[in-house]
């Protein structure tokens, strides 16, 4: 065997080295880093530790990924039976307040078009939706009487009956002048009427 002789000073860094990569080997987050730093100037380098933890950590993510994807679909699950408790309420509630409209008069074809607007402009209460639509869609005002037979209270040639309605608002009743003048005038006609009729 070759004797190999070492510089004094060398042989003390050398121990060192060694000492320092001893203690290393015996501290886990050195070690790890000893081990990467050895991977970094030596990517071939066999480590098993390295291997196990790289196999540890893959194994580890996937676990996280499927938790991940069963608390989603958990979550998914629970939202979704919220929705459909809202909207059971919310139709349920829609049933109650369709038979309040048709108490107040909404054809079944005036509910569909509510419920329909309800539903466009996301309004959960068919009332409020009605009250809306109403006022977007004001019904068609009543036509005014026209030609003879009508009654025209603003305008044209004042009869005696109207001097008549007049006076007794104009006195808030209390006239018994002209009441009594109206009596005595509708009396007569009805007799003159009557004689007249035989």
């Known amino acids: 065997m ?5 510089d004094e ?5 050398y121990r060192q080295l060694h000492g320092a990569a001893q203690a290393m080997l015996a501290n886990p ?11 970094t100037v030596n990517p071939n380098a066999n480590i098993p530790e390295v291997q196990i933890e790289a196999e540890r950590e893959g194994a580890l993510a996937e676990i996280r990924n499927q938790n991940k ?3 989603e679909a958990i979550e998914a699950d629970r939202a979704e039976r919220v929705r459909e408790k809202q909207m059971a309420e919310i139709t349920g509630g829609w049933e109650r307040q369709k038979t309040e409209l048709r108490k107040r008069g909404f054809t079944d074809d005036g509910i569909a078009k509510i419920e329909a607007h309800a539903l466009q402009e996301s309004i959960p209460n068919l009332r409020a939706a009605a009250n809306d639509y109403l006022a977007l869609n004001p019904p068609a005002m009543p036509e005014q009487p026209s030609g003879f037979g009508g009654w025209d209270f603003f305008g044209g040639e004042k009869k005696e009956d109207d001097q008549f309605v007049e006076k007794m608002i104009a006195s808030r009743g209390e006239n018994d002048g002209v009441l009594n003048r109206e ?3 509708t009396l007569r006609d009805m007799r003159s009427q009557h004689t007249a009729g035989r």
Not at 2 to 6: D, G, K, R, Y
Not at 9 to 13: A, D, G, R, V, Y
């Open 2 to 6: 070759a004797i190999v002789q070492v």
């Open 9 to 13: 000073t060398e042989l003390l860094q």
């Open 29 to 39: 987050k050195a070690r790890k880093l000893l081990q990467q730093a050895q991977l």
């Open 69 to 71: 994807a069963v608390l």
């Open 183 to 185: 009596i005595a005038e």
